[in-house]
């Protein structure tokens, strides 16, 4: 289980780094130019898996809360890994750190 978490969370870093790179670390582009748009605030927020890889306001409706938010996480330690595979974070905006979930 402790691999499997660590793979997830590997595999979501390089997805993040690989987004990142290629629109040369900008956040704030158009989404139709295949870069990510910033979020302001604190909430959940989710590792898209449309091929960018942003970080998105979270799609579940009730990941309004911290705990709810570690309870989908799948890719760190103390995530609850209800999402089945998801990366989620709670973080004060898209480009925010994650607060730890321990």
């Known amino acids: 289980m402790k ?3 660590l793979l997830l969370f590997s595999l ?3 997805s993040w780094l690989a987004a990142c790179s290629s629109d040369g670390g900008s956040a704030d582009a158009d989404a139709s130019a ?3 748009e910033v979020t302001e605030g604190e909430a959940c927020y989710w590792l898209s898996d449309d091929g960018r890889a942003c970080w ?6 009730d990941a ?11 890719c760190r330690e103390g995530g609850g890994e209800e999402s ?3 990366c989620y974070k709670w ?10 979930w321990l």
């Open 91 to 100: 973080s004060d905006g898209s480009e925010g750190a994650a607060e730890p």
């Open 64 to 74: 309004t809360t911290f705990e709810r938010c570690r309870d989908y996480d799948s």
């Open 12 to 14: 979501c870093c390089v």
């Open 84 to 86: 089945g595979g998801g």
């Open 56 to 61: 998105v306001p979270a799609p579940p409706p």
């Open 3 to 5: 691999n499997r978490s």
């Open 34 to 36: 295949g870069t990510c």
